[in-house]
């Protein structure tokens, strides 16, 4: 019955709630994980398989490149679009090259106008 | 979850819900009260939205559904029956239920509604008038028929709903394929509308799959896309032609459903009116202004106090301090930012009156003008908007009636014969840019400076100098109107001088440019907003500044060491990528100091028609501040534009460029650079010589500055009185005080003591000497040509500059009546004579100077190929030459005056900018091209070494320009 379900994975309260609120703002479902782990417990235990995944990279216990290679072993989340947040440079991206399962990457500190462009672009 | 905003959520669903059983039931008895009918949708809405906000998927779906077809219900004000009621009265008690075990357990009790959901979702259809092959649907009802495309999308403006119909998308399954980068183009629609269409739109392409799991009767198997549209007659159509047909009949325009097309066509519809107008109400709260205000107020404050919390946290150096001051500042500023939003207005508020003001003078004067407005979307802070107006309504009256010309001479201009008036808007960082323009006639700056030497706000001499485009800024001037005749639109003398007042009191700035027979243009640069802007902090003597971020245009870092720094005239100039800024040395203009060697950083700032530097000790960097009226003992000072406290709680001024600008009498120096700017190429100068022009009373001089050292601007109090006349301390001397006033016998005009006095330093032989004047226009270039002797032994003669008739003061003369023993020393050496062969024409400008103050006479030459003409017929005692010049370089003249016999012995000396050079041998020495004084030493050193000068000599060339 609902639109798209997005699972926001940061461990800054800050970034998590920004990005809640902009997607809350288009009527989106959105669930929060602190840390890979639990991003990783939530995808994977969810009925549905959420639509977009936005994490962040640096994050205590699970980082978001283990956390995304993990998700993309099973089937559910293979093809999921799967957003970097990220503060780090253009250089560090390169380094990780096309394999590390990554959909797309978002810049901290982002405007809600670059995440709703992000998502729009990634979803439809 | 937050405990407190769940308890706030529980309380207030409760009461929301309390209500409703009893209000369904009223409304079985009354199933056309609408009211009532409005307040059980706010209810389930209510509790719908902020579920949203708390995250509850179960409560959301069961309330989403139950909104879904209230809203169902209102729009197509269906008469509710028994069986719906008994519904809704399901679906409220499944939410109570809800909302208990929430109470409970403050997690979300996992029951499962999907069979309640899936019933209310049928019951939407059936209202809408679908033909559900359900028993629960009793007898259709006659609006049944009614349907609207995209009924679905609740809650978005008709505009939006328009828009997309007129893209043909009119189901979810065209939207979803037209994609993202498609819909967000489509006006109006903004990107985050976009996104919400697409996700309800995805949401509504999935809910048939969870029908058909659920309620089986519901939906057809297959079914991709269920349109909301199906006719009694297509229902009963085979099941895989229906969709086809629906979607055949939706799109072509000729056989839309009689209701359909009333939807589509537009507003007169009240079902697809009542539709969406309950939610658009919902999304939008009058405020009171002053609540606003007062809340701006207070954010304010909450930006001081972040400030200043931040820089005790970085005091602290506590990491854990630092975070939480990290989300303090972020959240901060978002709220800053979205306080700052509910402020804005766009500007079309002010500009939707344009088309009909500028129709009516259109008519009346008989004149064809059509308006062009871009970006009137561009939003401003609404007080700023309100200071707008009334300066907008004059700008477009005056183009109306001034600018764009009567019908019979735009025929013969072969303009076209309907004028246009374009008004268009953008944001840049921080400030928002407004131009109007028409393909008028334009404004002839030759009658604004007739006009301004009317009115006597220009005077003779600075109408000569005026370029036409300072000369039109002069429109902006009490008193000045072009306009012929005075007509009942504009042209009463007052009104542009009004606009830039009220321009400027909300910080903005105007520049007007036209082209005669063309058009005019004028640009307003205004602030976003008033309260809080971006400052840039900058120190002097300890104190620190704010200089509005909106002026600045970028900053320098300029040590004294720095190689671009020019001293004109005691007027320093900083080279800024080949031209020269003038420099506003904030030390000296708020008399902390002065003298000093100009060092530290430069703010550049651009203040629409002009740009200048103002040099501080030091750049702090960027704040945002909020803006504090000064107090009124302050307010005179039209340098400063307000107040502000820093972090640490200092209070600090915040400048005002308009008023820097005009506190330095920037334009006369602006004219000097201009000069040497833009002065021609031609690169023989002969025997031009730097003079100064000044003014006693009406009466217009110049005089060589061969004996000028500085010009000083001083306080009339400086001048002391003593038994032999009137002296001045300056630079631990004191010296002798001539006023041009007297010796002319016109009296010196000067009765207020705290007025400014210009003061010219005469030097000479290490003697100084002040002649003070009325008023100083200009430094030019002039060979002085006398035209005419003169009988006074003060003057050599007139002269005239720029087609002016000046008196060419004798200096010598002046300062041998003040002191007679001032030349003691017999001076009556022939003047020594240089070539000086340089193709730069600034260092041509930098370099005469100082050779006209050591007495040279000179000739210039601005390559080797025409020194060498100069040296066929004339003889000087040095020859001063830059080394990279085209045509011949200076190798190439140094060996080429090596050869010539009859210029042996001259003294050939290099003059470069390179640290070393390729053949010393050539030169008899290599001077650096670094400051004047030190080149007046080096020359000094070098004619003495050559026996060119005496020993004597010497004091009399020294200082002669010197750096402050």
Redo the contacts between chains.
Sequence with gaps: ????RILIVEDS??VRI?VKRTL????????EAKDGQEGLDKALQSEQPF?LILTDLNMPNMDGLTMIQKLRETEAYADTPIVMLTTESGEDKKSMGHNSGISAWLVK?FQ??SL??T???M?? | MDEELLGEFLTESNENLDSIEQQLMNLETNPDDAELLDSIFRAIHTVKGSCGFLNLTNLERVAHAGENLLSRIRSLKFLVNEDIVSLLLECADAIKQLLEGLADTGQEPNLDHSDLIGRLQVCERFVMGEDVAQGEAPEKSGEAELVEPLAWLVGFEDAVIHALIQAEMLTAADIISAGFAKLKGIEPLTSADALKILGVAKGHVDKPSVETDKTEQAAQQGQVSVEEEPTPASAKADKNEQVAEVKAEVAKPSSPPPAAKKAVAGNDSPAAQQAKRPAASNASVRVDVGLLDELMNQVGELVLTRNSLMQMISASGSMEFMRVGRDVDQITEQLQEQLLRTRMQPIQTIWSSVPRIVRDIGKQLDKKIKVIMEGEDTELDRTILNALKDPLTHIIRNSCDHGIEPHHIRVQQKKPVEGTLHLSAIQESGFILITISDDGGGIDADIIKEKALKMGSLTEEQAAVISPKAALQLIFNAGLSTAEKVTNFSGRGVGMDVVRTEIERVGGSVDIDSTLGRGTSLKIRIPLTLAIISAMVVGCKNQRFAIPQMSVRELLSAPDSSEEWRLIAGQPFYRLRGKLLPILRLKEALLFAEDEKPSGSIVVADIGDRTFGILVDQIFGAEEIVVKPLGVHFQHLNFYGGSTILGDGVVIPIFDCNGLASMVKLSTEAEVAKDYNQGNEEGDLGEQQHALIFMQGEQRFVIPMTLVERLECLEATRIEKTASGEVLQYRGEVIRVLRWGDLLGIGSGIDDPTAQMYCLILSDGGKRMCLQVDQVIDIVEVSFDIKRPSDNPLFLGTTVIQDIATEVVDVFEVVQQADPNWFAQPNDMKKRKILFVEDAQFFRHLVIPVLESMNFSIKTASDGVKACEILNSYQPDLILTDIEMPNMNGYQLAQWISEQPNLQGIPVVALTAQNEIDDESLFSDVISKLDSQELAEHLTKILQRFDIISEQEIGGTNHAITFG
Excluded: C, K, R
């Design positions: 019955m609902s639109g798209p309260t800050m920004t809350l703002s288009v009527d989106f479902a959105v669930e639509d500190p809600p106008d709703i462009e998502v729009g672009g979803l439809f």
